[in-house]
């Protein structure tokens, strides 16, 4: 099998499962004041100070959660809540227009339901964010913005967005800004503190640790009200029986991803060149979508003329080769991506898209394959699409 | 061969996915979606359209081993199933949605997508017999039967069509889900219409084509014996849900004997009147092979479920005419009338065409 949907998930390190399975070995609860409880607490601890160390932040700044989608929430709405608790006005959410549906959708939800206004800011051709037009954003309405939420890297096409230069528009309106860094971190350098961002979300299986575990970097000085209310377990704004275990491979893989940066996205980066290169030789009239420097180095984003992406897929699934559409599912059903949408493409050349994703256990035989397989997958799929057109 | 099996979430297409499988074949498993909006089909366990019944074949899919994608046909089947139906209904006609379902949406859009990527057939847990000889029959179980709403594909459209369940009781088909481990084994069947998620045709239609109120006349006597908010929610042969102001003078139960959109005219009388002897059709299709050139004795049957009459098939200049051995009651204009010729290795579906007087 080729693996190529790194971006989805990605297999875990051998040292991360290494790393969990000893420590799931082990009993105690980290909250519990016995010998059992104090080695798993010491347990999370280490690995907060691993995490911290390697994101540039303080330990006491990294809140461990269920994972992406929860840091994402307990950012947008926590920040949110407590913005407005402090002052009603502030009531003003900006994000952008390519976000993860983590964040998208906690925004629509605070729309729905807890009379939040929203700004979106657009992004270019490249998928990209202008930090001038988030300037304009908040002279504008600066004064009742809550938070201004926008990605590090886009899961989709792969850009990577200007954060410090938002975070430092963010910070002279004195707004919180948070970051979704879930595919950027290993990926790309990601320093919290250097970077100005008031939050940031990271993952645990998008760079070689387990599921289901994830932490929210938050500044001391940004008030989160909490999604969960409970034993008050991580700080008081998350509460939950840590996840020992998990915090431990998740602290595992981080660190390997971060301190790997370099040579991986130099590796994998070259891998991907190579891939788009042979691809664009194998079927002529793709188009490469996202920023072509400013871009994760794993990520190869094409829209395929004439063909849906979601043919293709089965296609080369039946060939053994993993991609995908890259675009959100509602019951297994590809709707048009919104990122794709927002960049300006039309309906069809987004429904016409694959997502190829290298990562860290990504060979040249991977592309190989795909390779062989992609020039026979588009003509079929073509001939299928085709079928569409008259009725 | 490879082939696709379209799977609904329930037990029938799980079971001859299982069974395609077992023939030796390279199966992928897709689910339909058929709904621009999940939600608003019917939800539960009898639909085909519902989330929980895309999982449902999902789940049936891993159990039997094969991939498995969701297609989305909500665009198409809106098109060419659910307006197609408000259209008919509009004209003063019956339509069966899931006839024209399988004519336009499984065995063409899908069928036609299978095929451009590069699949040999499509299976589908309908039970009916298509065997070697290419012939549609009717299922060994005939409670079961849809070789009624098969009876639209042409010779086409069947030589890339398998149904494995035809040779099978639905009894065996559940107990033989139950031993594949496939959860719907005991998933209840669906019985009604899969976009109307409450089941009130009458008020699907109404809030599609309006209120329209108008006239019910009684055909002996000529006149107005009640009112009615849109002659299109009547089917010929129906008696319930008339509402007529006035009985009959001869004090016998009235039915409707035809539905005049023109006028907007419902029109109801005894039941011996709606006695038909001879019913004319159009769009014929022969799916048993060539188009006759001389009367074919066959038995037709008029609706999906409906009784078989002996009957005299003629074709004429556009369409069918066929004579029947003894009259029947309520062919509405819409449906389908199929040919049969009565076979002991299970009746063999000739053709069939759209009802029209």
């Not at chain 1, 840091?71 to 952008?96: E, P």
């Not at chain 1, 002279?139 to 989709?156: Q, S, Y």
């Not at chain 1, 190869?300 to 293709?312: I, M, R, V």
């Not at chain 2, 010729?341 to 063999?348: E, F, K, L």
């Amino acid at each position: 099998m080729a693996y190529l949907d790194h971006a989805a998930t990605t297999p875990m390190l051998d040292e991360a499962l290494e790393a969990y399975v000893a420590t799931a070995r082990e009993v105690g609860n980290a909250s519990s004041l016995h010998a059992a409880g104090r080695r798993a607490r010491r347990r999370v601890e280490e690995s907060r100070e691993r995490v911290a160390a390697v994101l540039g932040a303080r330990p006491s700044e990294v809140i461990f959660t269920g994972g992406g989608t929860e840091s994402d929430n307990l950012a947008v709405k926590g920040i949110f809540w407590a913005r407005r608790a402090a002052r009603g006005d502030q009531v003003r959410v900006v994000s952008s227009a390519v976000e993860h549906h983590a964040v998208l959708d906690a925004v629509d939800w605070l729309a729905g339901h807890e009379g939040a206004e929203v700004g979106w800011l657009p992004v270019d051709a490249a998928g990209r964010l202008d930090p001038d037009r988030l300037r304009v954003e908040l002279a504008a309405h600066g004064d009742r913005v809550a938070l201004v939420t926008a990605m590090w890297a886009n899961n989709e096409v792969g850009t990577v967005q200007p954060v410090a230069d938002l975070a430092a528009v963010a910070a002279e309106h004195g707004v919180p800004f948070h970051t979704d860094a879930i595919q950027a971190v290993g990926q790309v350098p990601v320093d919290f503190a250097a970077s100005g961002v008031a939050a940031l979300t990271v993952t645990g299986h998008k760079l070689g640790g387990p599921a289901g575990v994830g932490a929210l970097l938050l500044a001391r000085d940004v008030a989160a009200t909490p999604l969960l209310h409970g034993g008050g377990q991580e700080r008081d704004v998350r509460s939950g029986t840590l996840d020992t275990a998990g915090i431990v491979a998740f602290a595992v893989a981080v660190e390997a991803a971060v301190k790997g940066q370099q040579e991986y996205a130099a590796r994998v980066a070259a891998l991907r060149d190579e891939l788009v290169e042979r691809v664009r030789r194998a079927v002529p009239e793709v188009i490469f979508n996202g920023d072509p420097v400013a871009r994760l180095p794993g990520n190869a984003h094409f829209s395929f003329p004439g063909c849906e992406g979601d043919a293709l897929l089965l296609l080369l699934d039946a060939q053994g080769i993993a991609c995908s559409t890259g675009s959100a599912c509602s019951a297994g059903v590809a709707q048009p991506s919104h990122v794709l949408l927002a960049m300006g493409a039309d309906d069809d050349r987004a429904r016409s898209s694959l997502r190829f994703t290298l990562g860290h256990t990504s060979t040249r035989a991977d592309v190989d394959a795909l390779i062989a397989a992609l020039p026979a997958a588009v003509d079929r799929a073509r001939r299928a699409a085709a079928l569409r057109t008259p009725r | 061969m490879r082939v696709l099996a379209a799977m609904s979430g329930g037990v029938d297409s799980a079971v001859a996915a299982a069974r395609a499988v077992a023939a030796g074949h390279d199966v992928t498993g897709v689910h339909l979606a058929l709904a621009r909006n999940p939600q608003t089909y019917r939800t539960g366990a009898r639909g085909c359209c519902t989330l929980e019944d895309s999982r449902d074949a999902r789940r049936a899919a891993d159990v039997i081993g094969i991939p498995f994608y969701v297609w989305d046909m909500a665009d198409r089947f809106h098109e060419d199933v659910v307006d197609d139906f408000v259209a008919e209904y509009a004209a003063g006609r019956t339509p069966n949605p899931c006839l024209r379902c399988n004519e336009k949406i499984k065995f063409a859009a899908v069928l036609d997508r299978a095929v451009a990527l590069g699949f040999d057939a499509v299976v589908t847990g309908h039970h009916a017999r298509l065997g070697r000889d290419g012939l549609l029959r009717r299922s060994v179980d005939v409670a079961k039967d849809q070789s009624y709403v098969l009876a639209v594909l042409t010779r086409a459209q069947l030589d890339r069509s398998i149904f494995p369940l035809g040779d099978s009781t639905k009894a065996e088909v559940r107990a033989e889900a139950a031993r594949r481990g496939l959860a719907v084994a005991d998933k209840p069947d669906s019985h009604d219409i899969c976009f109307i998620a409450d089941g009130d045709t009458r008020g699907f239609l109404a809030q599609r084509l309006g209120e329209s109120p108008g006239d019910v006349v009684d055909a002996v006597s000529g006149a107005v014996v009640g009112s009615h908010t849109g002659a299109y929610a009547y089917t010929v042969g129906q008696r319930r849900g008339l509402h007529l102001d006035r009985p009959a003078p001869d004090g016998r139960p009235r039915y409707v004997l035809s539905i005049t959109p023109k006028t907007n005219t419902v029109t109801v009388g005894p039941a011996e009147a709606l006695e038909v002897s001879e019913v004319r059709a159009t769009r014929p299709v022969w799916t048993g092979g060539e188009r006759p050139t001389a009367p074919v004795e066959c038995e037709v049957q008029l609706r999906a479920h409906g009784d078989v009459v002996p009957a005299t098939v003629e074709v004429s200049a556009d369409g069918l005419a066929a004579e029947l051995r003894r009259p029947v009651r309520g062919v509405a204009a819409g449906q389908a009338i199929v040919a049969y010729r009565p076979d002991p290795a299970g009746d063999v579906v000739l053709g069939s065409a759209t009802i029209t007087g």
